[in-house]
């Protein structure tokens, strides 16, 4: 089993930045895959980012709508992936949840929420103009 631990979160102006962490437990063999998705009032929720872990390269995909803003990164070491999120605009407003698969999807392309076993409980962000 996988536990995900989302922290972060809050409320920024326009241009502001976040980082938020996901602190993972449970086997590493679990979570070849950590994603971010977010999910705004009224919409679906949708990948914004992902990140494989268990390959030398890191191998990161993006939403389209954040990439040159937001980085996916990972510590192994400390079983804890983030994501900074730069230039942050109201459009980024949504509770941001972290998920973690065993298969490798993320390796060719960014998985869908259909993708992903393992979710945390989310963390809010606010942006406001």
């Known amino acids: 089993q996988v536990q995900l631990v989302e922290s972060g979160g809050g409320s920024v102006q326009a241009g502001g930045s976040l980082r938020l962490s996901c602190a993972a437990s449970g086997r590493s063999s679990e979570r070849k895959c950590m994603g971010w998705f977010r999910q705004a009032p009224g919409k679906g929720r949708e990948g914004v980012a992902s990140?494989?872990?268990?390959?030398?390269?890191?191998?990161?995909y993006y939403d389209d709508s954040v990439k040159g803003r937001f980085t996916i990164s990972r510590d192994n070491a400390e079983n804890t992936v983030y994501l900074q999120m730069n230039s942050l605009e109201p459009e980024d407003t949504g509770m941001y949840y972290c998920a973690a698969d065993p298969a490798p999807a993320c390796r060719w392309r960014l998985p869908g929420s259909s993708d992903y076993k393992y979710w945390g409980q989310g963390t809010q962000v606010t942006v406001s103009s």
């Open positions: 990140i494989a872990t268990d390959i030398g390269s890191a191998t990161t």
